[in-house]
């Protein structure tokens, strides 16, 4: 159980562009799920807190703007990167958390390029 | 917010050797996390370990709450350990990562 899945896994798109992330959590319902963003050799930065049914929580130095989240069911969340530079090409991970265990569960992944 | 310190930050073992990662972190916490991260980017849940000690397979955990630091052990090490082992801490669900520690067992 506590299986979280990543839509798409990789994307590449034209400066100026939208791009979608879908994040499922598959076996579970989970009213809090996570973004992060992981450069190269670095760890990972949490960018927002993703809630049920109400507005996402940003961490300082995120742009709302930019990084749209909607949470509009128990096991989906999406990240839209709006209006993509190539400074945000990045790994972007979702997770999702379980209160059942107590942890966070993540998706595999999802690599933008912005060329 | 919470300061998360891992060592060593590589690691590079003979397969069959055992080793163990330090995570120390600033503050108390109700929440830790270790995770394996594969080379395709994944992260795998070892161990949820806010205290005590826990084992699976080749791999064991203790987390000392009230010294603020948590251990992983890896035993027989085999090339499929490498990769990047994270530690995560917090208070409830949000957590802070700490650098990793990357992993590299050759045959």
């Known amino acids: 159980g506590a299986v979280v899945s990543q839509h798409p896994s990789r994307v590449i798109c034209k400066s100026g562009t939208s791009v979608k992330i879908e994040c499922r959590s598959l076996?579970?319902?989970?009213?809090?799920m996570f973004w992060y963003r992981q450069f190269p050799k670095q760890s990972l930065m949490l960018m927002a807190t993703?809630?049920?049914?109400?507005?996402?929580?940003?961490e300082q130095g995120v742009e709302k703007d930019k990084f749209l989240i909607n949470h509009a069911s128990l096991t989906l969340s999406t990240l839209t990167v709006t209006s993509a530079h190539p400074e945000d090409s990045s790994f972007y991970i979702c997770s999702a958390y379980s209160g059942s265990f107590n942890e966070q569960f993540f998706g595999p992944g999802t690599r933008l390029t912005v060329l | 917010g919470i300061q998360v310190e891992q060592s060593p930050p590589d690691l590079i073992l003979q397969e069959g050797a055992n080793s163990t990662l330090r995570c120390n972190f600033s503050d108390s916490v109700n929440n830790l996390q270790w995770f394996h991260q594969n080379p395709w980017g994944q992260l795998i849940n070892l161990f949820y370990i806010p205290s005590g000690t826990k084992q699976n397979g080749r791999l064991s955990a203790t987390t000392v709450a009230t010294e603020r630091y948590s251990l992983l052990y890896i035993s027989s090490s085999q090339t499929t350990d490498s990769g990047v082992y994270f530690c995560?801490?917090?208070?409830?669900?949000?957590?802070?990562f700490g650098a990793g520690t990357t992993v590299t067992v050759r045959a």
């Open positions: 995560a801490v917090g208070n409830d669900y949000k957590l802070s």
């Open positions: 076996d579970f319902q989970a009213t809090t």
């Open positions: 993703s809630n049920e049914g109400s507005k996402a929580t940003y």
